[in-house]
T-cell receptor, first 111, second 116 residues
Framework: GDSVTQMEGPVTLSEEAFLTINCTYT??????LFWYVQYPGEGLQLLLK???ADDKGSNKGFEATYRKETTSFHLEKGSVQVSDSAVYFC??????????WGAGTKLIIKP | GAVVSQHPSWVICKSGTSVKIECRSL??????MFWYRQFPKQSLMLMAT?????????EQGVEKDKFLINHASLTLSTLTVTSAHPEDSSFYIC????????????FGQGTRLTVV
């Protein structure tokens, strides 16, 4: 069945560092891909999404490109801030409109 | 974006008791709501899909008699963990999808359940 694999955390970076969180998927068909973020004490929020191959989702300085050839949707940000500390989840939306999730990656940004 | 409110945010209960978790869509009507469970360091696992006015559809391996789901209105779904045991301790999250949205969903804050 469909699945999502993302890099284990925690990922610890210094402020202004470059961020990459890897996400790969297996799926039949052509799913939509998502990144969700969970800030401490808050619920999940949609960060960005891409609905077809080569689409780039972007929001709040974060970007991810839907790569069909490598079945990947890596999350990147050029310069992270302390306020980006959170847990990031990669997910895919299957044909039944249900979300299949990665395990989540905790990101810690140090001043 | 749309708001989904989940209550309570945390609860501690004794073994053998039942706990009810509410999920409300505050500014839209949700014909479909989803209930997830998250184990430590693991991904969210879909437990069931809740459809307003009908029985919930449970994922394989989820005990429907233990995790009772009711979706009595277009803005409220409830999950009741019956006869809770310590192994039911987990983080439960609901989500709701507005009409017309293909896969984007909005999530509640989650409920941390601890059974002692």
């Amino acid at each position: 069945g469909d699945s999502v694999t993302q890099m284990e955390g925690p990922v610890t970076l210094s402020e202004e560092a470059f961020l990459t969180i890897n996400c790969t998927y297996t799926a039949t068909g052509y799913p939509s891909l998502f990144w969700y973020v969970q800030y401490p004490g808050e619920g999940l929020q949609l960060l960005l999404k891409a609905t077809k191959a080569d689409d780039k989702g972007s929001n709040k300085g974060f970007e991810a490109t839907y790569r069909k050839e490598t079945t990947s949707f890596h999350l990147e940000k050029g310069s992270v801030q302390v306020s980006d500390s959170a847990v990031y989840f990669c997910a895919l939306g299957d044909s039944n409109y249900q979300l299949i999730w990665g395990a989540g990656t905790k990101l810690i940004i140090k001043p | 974006g749309a708001v989904v409110s989940q209550h309570p945010s945390w609860v501690i209960c004794k073994s053998g008791t039942s706990v009810k978790i509410e999920c409300r869509s505050l500014d839209f009507q949700a014909t479909t709501m989803f209930w997830y469970r998250q184990f430590p360091k693991q991904s969210l696992m879909l437990m069931a899909t809740s459809n307003e006015g009908s029985k919930a559809t449970y994922e394989q391996g989820v005990e429907k008699d233990k995790f009772l789901i009711n979706h009595a209105s277009l803005t409220l779904s409830t999950l009741t963990v019956t006869s809770a045991h310590p192994e039911d301790s987990s983080f439960y999250i609901c989500s709701a999808r507005p009409p017309g949205s293909n896969t984007e969903a909005f999530f509640g804050q989650g409920t941390r359940l601890t059974v002692v």
